[in-house]
């Protein structure tokens, strides 16, 4: 029977910055607007991964406990934020029936977790565009999802802005 079959799933994720809303928007004017809504080639999961008030502080000194209530509070705000961010710029583009999920953790963890998960053929994220240094001490989102997660990664840079 037709119809029955169930689309494949791009993930994609994202957080607060313009790397990562410029990547969605790549993702959704390349595979979704040029169709109509039922011929989109993909399911589409848009994950936020927030970070734990404790990872945020890191290993502070006395009274830090009374500080997490404030962090978490901020911490949610930002993750509202990014999702309605995200929610705003597919209703823009008419792509609905999209999956907006926000988990708590290490964004390369809950990424690579989110394509388990929901059985995902691509996973698409935003590349900062950090240098090698940079890159070595943060630990680059998309170079470890490159390597761990298990389906095809696209990673999308946002071009250079010409002088």
């Not at 689309?7 to 993702?27: C, E, F, N, R």
């Not at 994950?47 to 990872?55: D, F, G, I, R, W």
């Not at 997490?68 to 705003?88: G, M, Q, T």
């Not at 998960?117 to 240094?133: D, E, F, P, Q, R």
Request: hydrophobic residues 40%; contains cysteine; aromatic residues 4%.
């Amino acid at each position: 029977m037709e119809g029955t079959t169930e689309k494949p799933v791009m993930v994609v994720g994202i957080d607060d910055s313009d790397h990562s809303t410029y990547a969605l928007q790549w993702v959704l004017d390349h595979f979704f607007v040029p169709l109509p809504s039922d011929n989109h080639p993909f399911k589409l999961v848009v994950v936020h991964a927030k970070p734990t008030p404790s990872s945020v502080i890191g290993l502070a000194g006395p009274g830090s406990a009374d500080v997490l209530p404030f962090v978490e509070a901020d911490l949610k705000k930002i993750a509202s934020r990014v999702v309605e961010k995200a929610k705003e710029l597919c209703v823009s583009k008419s792509v609905h029936g999209v999956l907006l999920e926000v988990v708590e953790g290490d964004a390369r963890s809950v990424i690579c977790d989110a394509v388990e998960k929901h059985h995902a053929t691509v996973l698409a994220v935003g590349s900062h565009g950090y240098g090698a240094i940079k890159r070595a001490v943060l630990g680059s989102v998309s170079d470890y999802c490159a390597h761990h997660a298990h389906c095809t990664v696209m990673i999308v840079k946002k071009p250079k802005a010409k002088h």
